[in-house]
């Protein structure tokens, strides 16, 4: 079973800063998500992906699949990123796989 | 664009109860997984299918089962219901193309309250 650490757990910031939060997983994937949710919601899918780097607004996901690791990284951040942010993973067996969640980080963005 | 629909978005039951809860996939998506998430716990896999047959299983309990019908939809039953059953379930949808998944995509959950 994949093990799958999130750091920073908490993070709170202000308005403007660059956010980074870190995953790292110990088994071969087939696909890494990053996912938001905020309290008592719903979960949203921001990225899935496999390999190199992807853009979405201020949003940016890195991923090194030989260091078994990926990074979300939110630029000029506001009030409405504040959400729980969480990384899960697809095991590499390529059929229909659950996924294999992070604890999450709890980001708090102060206007 | 079309998401992934669950309902009901909440529901209250008594322990023993029974409770069904119901996922509609994105139109095209092959493949449904089921999640559930207890308060102030991180989402557990329960059951996944593909093509209408299961494909793969989690921590779901024997009193829970799951099937995905002709449409694509999918249903789960969860009898004799306990308070620690109390969580947010949710359903996501995918298409699945060799050993790839395409389109993941999250419901909003059900709510489910055991009291």
């Known amino acids: 079973k994949n093990e ?21 997983y110990s088994v071969g994937i087939s696909a890494l998500h990053w996912l938001q949710q905020h309290p008592g919601g719903g979960i949203v899918s921001l990225f899935m992906l ?43 067996g390529g059929g229909a796989d659950g996924l294999t969640f992070g604890k999450g980080t709890h980001l708090i963005i102060q206007p | ?29 092959d493949t449904v997984y089921w999640y559930q998430q207890g308060p102030g716990q991180d989402p557990q896999f329960l059951i996944s299918f593909y ?5 793969d299983k989690g921590s779901i309990p024997d ?4 099937q995905q019908f002709s449409d694509y939809h999918s249903e789960l039953n969860m009898s004799s219901l306990e308070l620690g059953d109390s969580a947010l379930y949710f359903c996501a949808s995918s298409l699945k193309e060799g050993r790839a998944n395409y389109g993941y995509t999250f419901g909003s959950g059900t709510r489910l309250t055991v009291v």
Do not use: W
């Open chain 2, 1 to 29: 664009a079309a998401g992934v629909i669950q309902s009901p978005r909440h529901l209250i039951k008594e322990k023993r109860e029974t409770a069904t809860l119901k996922c509609y996939p994105i139109p095209r998506h």
């Open chain 1, 4 to 24: 799958v650490e999130q750091s920073p757990q908490n993070l709170t910031a202000q308005e403007g800063e660059f956010i980074t939060i870190n995953c790292s």
């Open chain 1, 50 to 92: 496999s390999s190199g780097k992807k853009k979405h607004g201020r949003l940016i996901a890195t991923i090194n699949i030989q260091e078994k690791h990926s990074s979300l990284h939110i630029t000029a951040s506001h009030p409405r990123d504040s959400a729980v942010y969480i990384c899960a993973v697809s095991n590499s």
């Open chain 2, 51 to 55: 093509e209408k047959m299961q494909s």
């Open chain 2, 63 to 66: 009193r829970f089962s799951a």
